[in-house]
């Protein structure tokens, strides 16, 4: 039995944090109801985009999920979506957002229908401004330290890197809050910002700490590992590796399978500073490179992959998305965690499910996305609890949508 | 009170998910205790360091935990280390790592102490090899579509990002097999690993998906937005800017905000295409991104952030670190998630609490890391169960460090 099993959550949202934190409880077994308005949300055409015209990012970012599409600007709809909501239920009453809905939408009004509702809300900043990832990333200064060394330019993350932390947050916020409920019977109303989960985590690395104690600042240092040994070599057959020498047993590791025992003992003469500190390492970084430059432009990287393997070293080619998805049997159908699905308009790919392996149950196939509506008839009826005429009565006002239109209109 | 009150997690971890899932649930509430080798685990010197040498990442990633040191290499040690993992009590017997130790540690026979034990595993591959953050990043392509556009180079991230998700998704694994435990009174071994972690993404981004379906690959795109508009430019006071245009409110916006209505109207009209349609405005970019420069070329930040700001736009300047530590209020006791802590060797800066905040409990404040050792007699007594004569005899054996040797050695 899936972890979540019987647990259902709403989720109104749009883009990364917020959707991939219902579908991360997906996957762990919760029944989550995504809602749109009819159309489809401000994510529905986010890329990439298949050559179909219709978005992989969604497909991506909505697995599992059950999908209803609603006018909210009728009466109507906005007393339906209340209604998902709070629809009772021991382990519902559960509602993940990051749409800034004040008056029917929001806590105090909800709670009202449902006094033991929690509700998980993302916003931008904590003042209620909007942020992104893209702006969040520059005002902490992220950019300033990416990037080759000396270049002067900022560089940007091209990885959504504070949404997917913020979305995973959401998910361990989510789940404290109702075991809370489970011991307490209260809901709650549960809150964070993207910008406060950024802040944070550069507190978390010491880059706050840093910033203040210390005089220098953080430079851009290219590829090489920050604080101890790590950097990228080009070989002879043109691959760029990437090789690790952070903790002292990978340094060691390293030194021996490139024989650089010689080499290393003559520069810690020369300098008078051991390189078993990782500092060390880091500060002699240039040198360290120097010397061990020529074995890797000398060398194919199958003349040392199997040594290196062999040796426990940690080290990796580096390979451009395609190659990765073309040579990696990780990210396969070897790998139990990916299933090749096929999805109507978008084709036929290898598909993730849950990085996690519960012992306790097997392991769950990924599920494709919902088509938008698709679930429309079943949340009406199982949740908002209607009748047949009732149902009837929402697709004739257009207060719902038709799944067929949908159908019709991403075919288009 | 706290969410997490009442549970007890034991973390072996070394570096950044581990750790950052340990300190995430000692922020929610669990008591923590995270034990380590006498002397320190493998990050208690990683970088940054203050001047007096003591790690300022080790005190940002074990804020608010509970320490011990144990010579593990001591039939003793390892003895009292499981007791520790396996002691009772409702709430306790979750177990979190990343040390990959086979036999005494292993689920397999920590189990026979405790059945019910939830043992939450990260590993750096799913074949059990060692992988960080600086080597999956590359395997899966993320350098490659990072950095200025043209550049030939892969560029890494300068932020751990998979650590940091890996981290966050370790908690809610957590979470949800404890929740499982309540429910059903099993517990269970959970694995994961950093690079499925990394893989799954890539497909929730729907990065796999374009590998496959499309022909062109994703390229670097500098700084921009990919998919829709956002981009940087420089102003003329010398400062940098991130604007967005991702969702049509925000694109409008921008438009009228920089007086470009009519120079869109004129692009749209000479390529035939409308600039509403999100895609169109990612293919065109460097064209709107030119009608734009001489806008902002030309005006100081000042003179444009407070109608941005009432006008409700998307965007922020570039900071250096250590400018948006000294300016920027969300990152100074101003924000109630910072509170600013003396710690010793350390130095006073603000450090950060949990991103969110519960409405059934105070903000917890956040609580600085421990000293090696620190709570070791609390441990033996409280925990592992030991009375005063036991706990005297191990620190005679040197099973487990005295605190104020550590203290004697970090002010070395």
Avoid at 35 to 46: A, M, T, V
Avoid at 213 to 241: E, I
């Amino acid at each position: 039995m899936s972890m979540l099993k019987g647990m259902r959550v709403v989720e109104g949202s749009a883009f990364v944090a917020v959707p991939l934190a219902g579908m991360t409880l997906a996957q762990m077994g919760a029944e989550v109801i995504r809602f749109d308005r009819i159309g489809g949300g401000l994510d529905s055409g986010r890329w990439p985009l298949a050559p179909s015209g219709k978005s992989l990012f969604w497909a991506g970012m909505n697995k599992g999920k059950k999908s209803i599409a609603v006018d909210m600007k009728s009466p109507e709809g906005r007393e339906l979506i209340s209604r998902i909501i709070t629809a009772p239920g021991d382990d519902a009453g559960l509602f993940l957002t990051n749409l800034r809905v004040r008056g029917w939408m929001d806590y105090e009004t909800l709670v009202q229908d449902r006094p033991d509702l929690v509700m998980v809300t993302l916003t931008g900043d904590r003042h209620g401004r909007p942020q992104v990832d893209y702006t969040v990333n520059p005002a902490l200064g992220i950019p300033d330290i990416t990037g080759p060394e000396g270049h002067e330019d900022p560089v940007a993350n091209a990885l959504p890197a504070w949404d997917l932390i913020a979305g995973n947050l959401c998910v361990s916020s989510l789940l404290a809050a109702e075991r809370h409920r489970l011991r307490h019977g209260v809901g709650q109303d549960v809150e964070l910002s993207l910008k406060d989960v950024a802040a944070a985590t550069l507190g978390h690395l010491g880059m706050i700490g840093d910033a203040v104690v210390n005089d220098a600042p953080r430079q851009k240092s290219g590829n090489a590992l920050y604080g101890a040994y790590g950097q990228d070599f080009l070989c002879a057959d043109g691959q760029r590796v990437m090789v690790i020498g952070l903790t002292d047993r990978q340094w060691r590791g390293l030194v021996q399978a490139t024989d650089l025992q010689e080499a290393v003992t003559a520069l810690e003469a020369q300098t008078g500073q051991s390189l078993r500190d990782e500092g060390v390492r880091w500060q002699l970084r240039h040198q360290i490179t120097s010397l061990l430059e020529p074995w890797f432009t000398a060398r194919h990287v199958a003349d040392f992959a199997e040594t290196f393997d062999s040796a426990g070293l940690t080290w990796s080619v580096f390979r451009t998305i395609k190659e990765a998805v073309a040579e990696d049997p990780d990210l396969s159908e070897d790998n139990p965690m990916f299933k090749m699905l096929s999805q109507p308009g978008l084709g036929t790919f290898p598909v993730p499910g849950l990085p996690t392996q519960f012992s306790a149950s097997e392991r769950a196939l990924p599920v494709r996305a919902p088509i938008l509506g698709e679930h429309t008839e079943e949340i009406l009826a199982e949740v908002a609890g209607l009748d047949g005429t009732e149902i009837a009565g929402l697709f004739d006002l257009g207060v719902v949508q038709d799944p067929s239109f949908a159908n019709s209109r991403s075919a288009a």
